[in-house]
């Protein structure tokens, strides 16, 4: 199960890391800093469906085409574990690394943001001291780390439960 396991993290997390770093480029490309969401959950959900193909292939290949949702949930939340940590480790690099000023620029995204949607320089301001609060907490490498959990690994274990459900398949019973 642990090879299984870390094959298809693995591959679920080559995916969704070349991903997150294209994205991070596109957004520095445009000068508006513009990111597309429906395209980013679009890239989780391509890649978190090695979790489907990982469970299956477990079921399948090592379990003799029987798994229990529990087992199968379980296999599939440790791949998007894997996956996520992935991207974590990746995101770190790629933040301390290559993107230092991304706060600054996604603050600047954010206040232009909010001035186009019409709010009021008061409304503006208090933008500004939340993000000026959430740039002092990304100063905490801890932070960073839950934060960017927090952005896949959600979506990870929902793909889990929904393959678990798809994929469960009791023992057959003889007479």
């Known amino acids: ?21 294209y994205a991070a480029s596109a957004c520095y490309a445009n000068p508006e800093f513009e990111s597309n969401e429906v395209l980013g959950y679009a890239g989780m959900i391509a890649a978190f469906s090695f979790i489907f193909v990982g469970i299956k292939n477990h079921r399948d290949k090592h379990n003799q085409g029987i798994i229990s949702f529990g087992k199968a949930f379980k296999t599939g939340f440790l791949i998007a574990l894997v996956a996520a940590t992935m ?45 000026a609060k959430f740039k002092e907490m990304y100063k905490n490498p801890l932070f960073i780390i839950v934060v ?28």
């Open 1 to 21: 199960m642990t090879r299984n396991i870390l094959i298809f993290g693995l591959l679920s997390g080559l995916v969704i890391t070349s991903w997150m770093v």
């Open 87 to 131: 991207y974590t480790v990746v995101w770190l690099i790629d933040y301390y690394v290559f993107i230092p000023e991304f706060i600054d620029k996604y603050t600047q995204h954010v206040l232009y943001e909010a001035r186009l949607k019409g709010l009021t320089d008061s409304e503006v301001d208090l933008k500004a001291q939340e993000m």
């Open 148 to 175: 960017t959990y927090l952005e896949v690994l959600p979506v990870g274990t929902i793909v889990a439960l929904i393959s678990a459900l798809i994929l469960k398949k009791k023992s057959k019973v003889s007479d």
